[in-house]
C-alpha cells in the first residue's frame, strides 16, 4: 500500500506549501491567543469573565443562538422536506434562495432586516400594532440569526431524505401506519443525527456571529449585547487581555460544538454510504 | 427516482392535500420574509429618494475605494487560497500519511472561529504588544490597520473554502490514475494538468466562488483589524457600516446594493457550475 503511494509526484512540495500557509495563517494567529492568554493570571481571566456585563453578554449570545438554532431545526426540516418530496412552482429558485445567507455580506443583512423590523418597517410596523418590537430587542438577534443559520440545517438535512429508502415508509405504510405515525417513527429518527449537525453548525455559527446582528441588537448593556460586541468594544479600548478572555471563552464553546458534530456526522456519514 | 416511487405507492408517500399545501405555503412564507424580503428592501432604500441620489452614492470618491479594496483584498484571498486548496487536496488525498486526520482538522478550524476573534488573532500577532512588532517596524511593514492584515483575515476567514471542495472529488477519484501516469513518466504538473484538473475542474470553480462571496462580503475580521480608515482601510461592508452609523441611509443601501447584486451574481454562478458538474 505504502509503496503504491510513492510513485505519485509532489508529496514534498505539496504539502510543505500546505504547513506553510497553514502555519502562516492558522497556526501562529491561533497560537498567539494562547500566548497572549498564558501571560494572565488565572485571576485576572476569572475577574474578567464574571463581570456582569460580560457575563449578561454570554446570556444573550447562547440564549439567542440556541432559540435561532431551534427555530432553524424545526424550519429546515420542513424545507428541506418540501424541496425534496414535492413539486411546485418556483420550486428551483426557492432552492437557490436557500443560499442566500452564505451569498450576501453579513453587513448588507444587517442593515436590510434592522430597515424592515425597525418600526417604521415592513414588518416592524406590522408587529408594532400589536405591541411587539423586533429590531434592537433579543426577538431581533434571533430574527438575525435564523436568517444566517437557515442554510446550514437546510443543506445538511436533505440529502439524507434524498437518499432515503422508500422502501422503510412503503412498508410502515402496507402494515397500516398513517402518514403522521410513519414520519414520527420511521422518517424522522433517521434525520435526527442530520438535524443535529445542521443545528450544530447553525449553533456554532450564531454564537460569532457579529456583521449582522450589531444593527439589529441595538447593543443595550445587559439586554441585547452579545459577547463578540463585547470583545469588540474592549478591542477599541486597547483592553487586549479583557478581549483574549472573553475570545478564549467563546472559542472554546465553538470548539465543543464543533467536537459534538464531529461525533454525530460520522455516524451520519454511515448513513448516507449505506442508504443509497 | 421520484417519479418511480410516486407510481408504486400512490396516496401513501404523498401524504394528505391539506398537509402539503401548508407545508409548501409555510415554506414559500418562510422564505420570502426571511430572505426574498431583506433584498427587495435593499433595493427600494436604495432608490427611495431617486436615480441622482443613487448613483451619486454610488460614485462617489469612498465608495470607489471601498470597492478597488474589497476586490483586491478577494483576490489575494482567492489566489492564496488557491494555491493552498490544491496543494492541501492533493497531499492530503494522493498519499498516506501520519497526522492527516489532524491536519484535515487544522485547515477546517477557520471556519468555526468567531470572525472577530479571526480579527483579534491577527491584531495579537502583529499588533503593538507583540513579540514580532519592533521587527515590523523596522522592517517599516504594516500590517494591523492597513492592507495587509485585511488580506491576512480575509484569507483565514475563506481558508478552507477551495480545498474542501476539491478534496471529497479527488477522494472518489483514487489515484489510479495519477499511479499509471507516474510510472509511465509523466512529471508532476504534467500529470497534474492533464490527469488530475479535468476532474476537479468545476469543483475547483465552485470553490472559487464561494471562496470570492465570503472574502467580499467579510464584515467582522475585517472591521477589527482595519481600523476604519476611510478611503485607506475601508472596505465595501465597512463603508456600508459607517454610512449606516452615520444615519445616512440612502447611500448606505446604495452601496449595499452593489454587494447585493454581487450576491445574486454568485449565487447564478453557484447553481450553473453545479448543474454543469453535476452533468459531468
Known amino acids: ?276 | 427516482m421520484s417519479t418511480v416511487t410516486q407510481s408504486s405507492l400512490h396516496r401513501d408517500t404523498k401524504g394528505s392535500k391539506i398537509v402539503r399545501y401548508s407545508l409548501i405555503g409555510l415554506s414559500l412564507l418562510f422564505v420570502f420574509l426571511m430572505l426574498i424580503l431583506p433584498l427587495i428592501t435593499v433595493i427600494t432604500e436604495a432608490f427611495k429618494q431617486g436615480f441622482a441620489v443613487y448613483s451619486k452614492a454610488v460614485a462617489d470618491d469612498y465608495t470607489i475605494k471601498a470597492i478597488l479594496l474589497t476586490l483586491e483584498a478577494s483576490f489575494f484571498a482567492v489566489a492564496i487560497n488557491t494555491v493552498f486548496g490544491l496543494c492541501a487536496a492533493w497531499s492530503l488525498t494522493k498519499f498516506k500519511f501520519k497526522g492527516k486526520k489532524i491536519l484535515a482538522t487544522l485547515i477546517d478550524l477557520p471556519v468555526t472561529v468567531s470572525p472577530i476573534i479571526a480579527g483579534l488573532i491577527f491584531l495579537l500577532t502583529f499588533g503593538r504588544q507583540s513579540p514580532i512588532f519592533s521587527l515590523l517596524q523596522d522592517a517599516d511593514i504594516k500590517i494591523v490597520f492597513a492592507v495587509p492584515g485585511i488580506v491576512l483575515a480575509t484569507i483565514f476567514v475563506t481558508f478552507p473554502f477551495i480545498s474542501r471542495e476539491l478534496i471529497p472529488v479527488l477522494e472518489s477519484q483514487g489515484t489510479d490514475e495519477e499511479e499509471a501516469a507516474a510510472l509511465m513518466g509523466a512529471k508532476g504538473f504534467t500529470i497534474f494538468r492533464r490527469i488530475t484538473f479535468p476532474h476537479i475542474k468545476w469543483a475547483f470553480l465552485y470553490g472559487v466562488v464561494l471562496c470570492a462571496a465570503r472574502a467580499m462580503g467579510e464584515f467582522g475580521a475585517v472591521s477589527v483589524i482595519s481600523g476604519h480608515l476611510r478611503g485607506k482601510t475601508n472596505t465595501l461592508p465597512l463603508h456600508v457600516e459607517i454610512l449606516f452609523n452615520e444615519f445616512q441611509y440612502v447611500p448606505a443601501f446604495a452601496v449595499a446594493s452593489i454587494l447585493v447584486m454581487l450576491a445574486i451574481l454568485i449565487l447564478v454562478a453557484r447553481s450553473v457550475i453545479e448543474h454543469k458538474g453535476r452533468k459531468k
Open chain 1, 1 to 276: 500500500m505504502k509503496r503504491k503511494s510513492v510513485v505519485i509526484p509532489g508529496f514534498g512540495l505539496t504539502t510543505g506549501v500546505t504547513l506553510a500557509i497553514l502555519s502562516v495563517v492558522v497556526l501562529i494567529p491561533l497560537a498567539s491567543l494562547v500566548v497572549f492568554s498564558a501571560q494572565m493570571s488565572a485571576s485576572e481571566i476569572i475577574d474578567v469573565i464574571t463581570r456582569p456585563r460580560v457575563l449578561s453578554s454570554f446570556k444573550v449570545s447562547f440564549l439567542t443562538a440556541f432559540v435561532a438554532s431551534l427555530i432553524n431545526a424545526v424550519m429546515g426540516v420542513v424545507l428541506a422536506w418540501v424541496l425534496v418530496r414535492y413539486t411546485f412552482p418556483l420550486k428551483r429558485i426557492v432552492d437557490g434562495t436557500i443560499e442566500l445567507p452564505f451569498a450576501l455580506p453579513t453587513a448588507v443583512a444587517g442593515i436590510a432586516l434592522t430597515a424592515l423590523t425597525a418600526d417604521t418597517g415592513l414588518v416592524g410596523g406590522f408587529f408594532a400594532n400589536f405591541g411587539i418590537k423586533i429590531a434592537f430587542t433579543r426577538i431581533g438577534i434571533t430574527v438575525a440569526l435564523v436568517f444566517i443559520g437557515i442554510p446550514f440545517v437546510v443543506r445538511a438535512v436533505q440529502p439524507v431524505l434524498e437518499k432515503l429508502d422508500p422502501a422503510y415508509e412503503e412498508a410502515a405504510g402496507v402494515l397500516g401506519a398513517s402518514r403522521t405515525r410513519i414520519f414520527w417513527k420511521v422518517i424522522l429518527p433517521e434525520l435526527i443525527p442530520a438535524i443535529f449537525t445542521g443545528f450544530g453548525l447553525a449553533f456554532g455559527r450564531c454564537l460569532g456571529e457579529y456583521g449582522s446582528v450589531v444593527f439589529i441588537a441595538g447593543n443595550m448593556p445587559f439586554e441585547t449585547e452579545i459577547a463578540p460586541l463585547i470583545i469588540m468594544s474592549e478591542l477599541q479600548e486597547y483592553d487586549y487581555s479583557s478581549a483574549t478572555t472573553i475570545a478564549l471563552v467563546m472559542l472554546v464553546a465553538s470548539f465543543v460544538t464543533l467536537f459534538l458534530v464531529n461525533v454525530v456526522q460520522n455516524r451520519n456519514a454511515k448513513i448516507l454510504k449505506g442508504g443509497s
